[in-house]
């Protein structure tokens, strides 16, 4: 892929906010429309003029065309090339040529619109792309120097329409520099904050590749420990003695049930840097998969976990050991900050499975809300805090899905899950 991406032509490759700017210069293309039939309108009004209108109007017949045109074809277009660009900005260049040597080439004032066709090319192109647009406007300039038909203006008027000329021209300048140059700045600026976000996200999925190895390390490093004991605890659990004293019966079971969670926990930190689905997934029900989580965790703390049920029709999904790691974190740090209980929700909106996970603690902090999902932003102030609700974003992210966290007016926090049913949903018929 890498060889393939090198030797692909420089057009190919799309530009930024392209799909903006296209779309700034059609509205460009507009305006020229209505400008040149405006202009031709008021111009031959004037007596004493005489001007081809055939040769004149077929231009703006053919330039509203060429919108149509790009309106129908790029609907569905999620950008366009430099070359693309440059052959639109190609055929206004054009089209002003050909209007130009029908009105009086070097001397209509109109000559310098070629100067905002050039500086349109320097901010959308690539600057070997805006050189093709400047050589091709002088090239065009420096054939009207020499080569047009004269407009021919009323003696007594001429020079006065000259100057009111020139005026337009400079006003009208002025008015397109400001408006499109600076919005189509404004799309750069947009280009270049949707790229940071884009690094950022490469950066965390670095991020997360080296956890990924980390845990894989440390998965490979514990697994044999814990084979050990797991084999160890299963003879004693057979050993007469033990069998024997109840009291060491109930120890020995209590640590194999622990160990079991300690590989449960060490294999979902590798799914949750790594791989989304587990190896040997398992067919469940939404509600059953839901109703599990929240009987795990509730056994595991005195405050009350108050699950709402509001999905409607059941569905079977692919139990994901990962994605419920992560609502677990969520809960998890829910249950931290709030000891009187917190509220778990599911509902279905359109095609996705909505989690709010309500707590009636401190809420989050500023710094928090618009960090949230960051590696290592906690406010629990211990190393390598934040890791968890990391986790909770990027897996989500994995699956089409995301993750928005607000305060609530009557205090406490929430933390809502939105994610994709394709993601869950087993291929199968809907559990009754």
């Not at 740090?333 to 009187?340: D, F, G, K, R």
């Amino acid at each position: 892929m890498k060889a393939a991406r090198a030797i692909a032509p420089f057009d190919a490759d799309i530009a930024p906010a392209s799909a903006n700017n296209m779309a700034l210069l059609v509205q460009l293309r507009w305006l020229a429309v209505v400008g040149q039939l405006l202009a031709i309108a008021v111009v031959s009004s004037i007596p004493g003029v005489r001007l081809p209108l055939t040769q004149l109007l077929i231009v703006p017949f053919l330039l509203a065309l060429v919108n149509l045109a790009t309106l129908v074809l790029g609907r569905n277009r999620q950008g366009y090339s430099y070359l693309e660009l440059l052959g639109a900005l190609m055929i206004d260049v054009e089209a002003l040529s050909w209007q130009l040597f029908f009105t009086g080439g070097i001397t209509n004032p109109f000559i310098f619109l070629f100067l905002v066709q050039i500086v349109i090319g320097a901010v959308l192109l690539h600057p070997r792309w805006s050189w093709i647009v400047a050589l091709a406007a002088a090239a065009d300039v420096t054939f009207l120097t020499f080569n047009f038909r004269p407009l021919g203006l009323p003696p007594g008027s001429a020079e006065s329409l000259l100057l009111m000329g020139h005026l337009a021209c400079f006003l009208l300048i002025a008015a397109l520099l400001v408006i499109f140059v600076v919005r189509m700045d404004a799309n750069h600026r947009a280009s270049d904050a949707l790229l940071a976000a884009l690094r950022q996200q490469a950066a965390e999925e670095h991020h997360i590749i080296r956890m990924g190895l980390l845990a894989s390390g440390a998965a490979h490093e514990l697994g044999t420990p814990m084979a050990s004991m797991s084999v160890i605890l299963g003879d004693w659990a057979r050993h007469k003695a033990i069998k024997a004293d109840a009291d060491l019966a109930d120890d020995v079971t209590v640590m194999q049930t622990e160990l079991q969670r300690c590989k449960r926990i060490v294999s979902g930190i590798l799914m949750s840097a790594g791989e989304i689905r587990g190896e040997n997934p398992e067919v469940t029900t939404l509600r059953g998969f839901l109703r599990d989580i929240v009987a795990d965790w509730q056994a595991r703390t005195s405050a009350p976990i108050c699950l709402i049920d509001e999905f409607g029709p059941d569905v079977q999904i692919v139990s994901d050991p990962a994605l419920r790691q992560v609502i677990g974190n969520v809960v998890d740090n829910a249950l931290e900050v709030s000891p009187t209980g917190i509220e778990f929700s599911a509902q279905r909106r359109a095609d996705a499975l909505v989690l709010d996970v309500i707590d009636h603690g401190p809420g989050f902090s500023p710094e928090m809300i618009g960090g949230f999902g960051r590696p290592y932003m906690s406010t629990k102030g211990r190393d390598g805090g934040g890791l968890g609700l990391f986790l909770v974003v990027n897996v989500l992210r994995k699956l089409g899905g995301r993750v928005d966290v607000a305060n609530l007016p009557e205090g406490g926090a929430l933390v809502r899950l939105t994610i994709p049913l394709s993601a869950l949903v087993f291929q199968g018929k809907k559990a009754q």
